[in-house]
């Protein structure tokens, strides 16, 4: 009667470990999943940003290579100093930035007084703060 009876499979420490083993495996791959994830999109967006950039830079470039030919784009302001004429212009990078440029014009000579890309959007302080005073709160029934 001995030789037939039945006992299950011994589930010991190595087991145990070993399923372990698998589960932190795979949290670990997962996590590096995500990782290369979030990278890839913040690669994507640095890239369209830089694209962005450069296209308002060439717009730039254009314009003032048609001030410097002595031609006058459309949505260039003109100011006379004592010193030449200064003009200023601007061309779009995003929704929210802008590339804004100054060139000093005299005679043949010229001079970039600004290349510079700025914020276009509105932009609103929060001076609200609320600082604990020192006394004490009344609860609830209090």
Known sequence: MDEHRFSPPAVGGSSLLISFAVLCFT????LALETVQAGKRLSDAASAAASAYYRADC??????????????PENV???RTSQGELCTY?????DTQVLEVEV???GRDWTIRRWQAVSSSDWTTDDHIQVWDGS?????GH
Do not use: K, V, Y
Not at 27 to 30: G, R
Not at 90 to 94: A, E, M, V
Not at 136 to 140: D, E, K, L, N, R
């Open 27 to 30: 949290i670990f791959a997962l």
């Open 59 to 72: 717009a730039a470039e254009a314009i003032l290579a048609q001030l410097r030919s002595g031609q006058m």
């Open 77 to 79: 302001s003109i100011e």
């Open 90 to 94: 601007s061309c779009p990078i995003s």
């Open 104 to 106: 000093l014009l005299h």
């Open 136 to 140: 004490p709160i009344a609860g609830p």
